[in-house]
């Protein structure tokens, strides 16, 4: 584990035409879930700041903005088994309309780097925090962002006063996804609740993966 010389808190709302986040349970019905498990968060931020070698997100809490909302599509997409059809395959899914997220989160910052451990704790974390701040006030994202498939084009902006949960409670299996050093996907489950659109991560799951930065 990394030494962590500084720690700081942000917050992001992430908004688009339309969402699909896969689950556990969604795999086989083709049903978004209501909101982005933490690892599909975490990507949000890492659009708009990607330091993987000197820093790392730890999702907090997730908040639904917007209401939730499934619609129906239907996609062909390419499957060369399917010679009928000219190889292509129509799939159909529940997709979210108009998803809209508060996404909290912590960012870490290691030993990793020389220059910021040198500023001390409270200038790493001033340095993290403006650069953090400089790309959400700018838009200027890293990569461009989505939501669950590379389809749906994400909007990350500030949070804004009038930004509040749409009351919402739901329940259900949710995953996250992690990759080693090795680039082997470590997965963890977890039982989610949303209480009036607001969904605290669990801190058994948050302590996972701070533990392995």
Do not use: C
């Amino acid at each position: 584990m990394n030494r962590i010389v500084g720690r700081v808190p942000v917050r992001v709302v992430v908004s688009g035409r339309h969402g699909f986040f896969n689950g556990s349970e969604s795999r086989t019905r083709g049903v978004s879930l209501p909101l982005p498990p933490p690892s599909a968060a975490k990507g949000e931020l890492e659009s708009v700041l990607f330091y993987p070698k000197y820093a790392a997100y730890i999702i907090t809490r997730e908040t639904i903005l917007h209401p939730v909302v499934w619609f129906p599509e239907a996609r062909n997409v390419p499957n060369p088994d399917e010679r009928k059809s000219g190889g292509r395959t129509q799939i159909r899914r529940q997709v979210l309309q108009d998803p809209a997220f508060l996404i909290d989160a912590d960012l870490y910052i290691f030993n990793s780097n020389k220059h910021f451990i040198e500023k001390g704790r409270d200038g790493a974390e001033a340095a993290f925090r403006a650069m953090f701040e400089k790309n959400l006030q700018r838009g200027s994202y890293e990569r461009t962002p989505f939501l669950g498939v590379r389809e749906f084009e994400a909007n990350v902006r500030p949070p804004q006063p009038t930004d509040r949960p749409f009351p919402f409670d739901w329940r259900g299996s949710m995953h996250t996804i992690r990759y080693t050093p090795e680039g082997r996907p470590d997965i963890a489950f977890f039982d989610a609740e949303v209480v009036g659109g607001v969904m605290q991560v669990p801190k058994d799951i948050q302590m996972k993966y701070l533990e392995a930065l």
